[in-house]
């Protein structure tokens, strides 16, 4: 990593002391990463055995037991069944993985929020949830304490999801799904492309573009390219 991170230390993965490296210097603590992901000061990495890491904080995670303030690279897997891990517990990655005999592929982040994908189209999310993003039904911020939360709507309905795309700033997600295109969460400004402004707490479908070859969000925007270039 390089670069000064004077105004969120930690996001670089080199300590607590505030640094200004203007050439990269290597992150001890992890190797073999295969993915990166960020938001805001929040920095994930996925390793190739499937762990997953972060460091920096999001924005619940300026105290105790929240998502950071992580100075290096920290395994936030949690323990086995049963513990009291920091984690989550009962509701850490790697137990609610176990059920299913699951494995991490994917990772992503807004500045507030975090997801994972599984080898099997599943997704479990933590973080800030005010506006719905981790399609719950609901607006319960989980902190690292609380754990993770599968987004059982698509497993009840037999639906995996192949990526997500998900906005930095509050958290609107859209995901491509064996079903096609769902959306969900923040829409205040009209995020969802769905003709209106409510936020939906639960995966909705959306079917604006069809034929969609590139997609991309921003902070409170997407983009969507048709097959056809329009």
């Not at 517990?89 to 176990?98: F, P, V």
């Not at 599968?150 to 799904?177: C, E, M, P, S, W």
């Not at 969900?184 to 639960?202: C, I, P, R, V």
């Amino acid at each position: 990593s390089f670069g000064n991170d004077a105004g969120a230390t930690g996001i670089l993965g080199q300590g607590g002391s505030p640094t200004s490296d203007r050439t990269p210097r290597k992150v001890t603590g992890i190797s073999n990463v295969t993915k990166m992901a960020s938001g805001g000061d929040l920095v994930m990495a996925l390793d190739s055995s499937g762990n997953v890491y972060i460091w920096g904080s999001n924005d619940v995670g300026h105290g105790s037991p929240n998502w950071g303030p992580y100075n290096t690279p920290e395994n936030i897997m949690g323990d086995q069944l049963g513990s009291s891990s920091t984690y989550g517990g009962n509701n850490s990655l790697i137990n609610l993985l176990a059920v299913d005999s699951e494995t991490v592929t994917d990772i992503y982040c807004s500045y507030y929020s975090m997801f994972v994908l599984t080898n099997k189209g599943t997704v479990y999310g933590t973080g800030k949830n005010g506006s719905g993003q981790l399609g719950q039904g609901n607006t319960a911020t989980k902190t690292s304490g609380d754990g993770w939360v599968k987004i059982d709507y698509f497993t009840t309905k037999n639906i995996t999801v192949n990526r997500l795309y998900v906005g930095g700033a509050q958290g609107h997600v859209f995901a491509d799904t064996s079903d096609g295109w769902y959306c969900w969460g923040k829409n205040g400004s009209g995020n969802l492309a769905l003709g209106d402004t409510t936020k939906k707490k639960t995966p909705v479908k959306w079917t604006n573009v069809s034929n969609i070859k590139t997609f991309g969000t921003g902070a409170d925007t997407l983009y969507a390219i048709a097959e056809d270039g329009k």
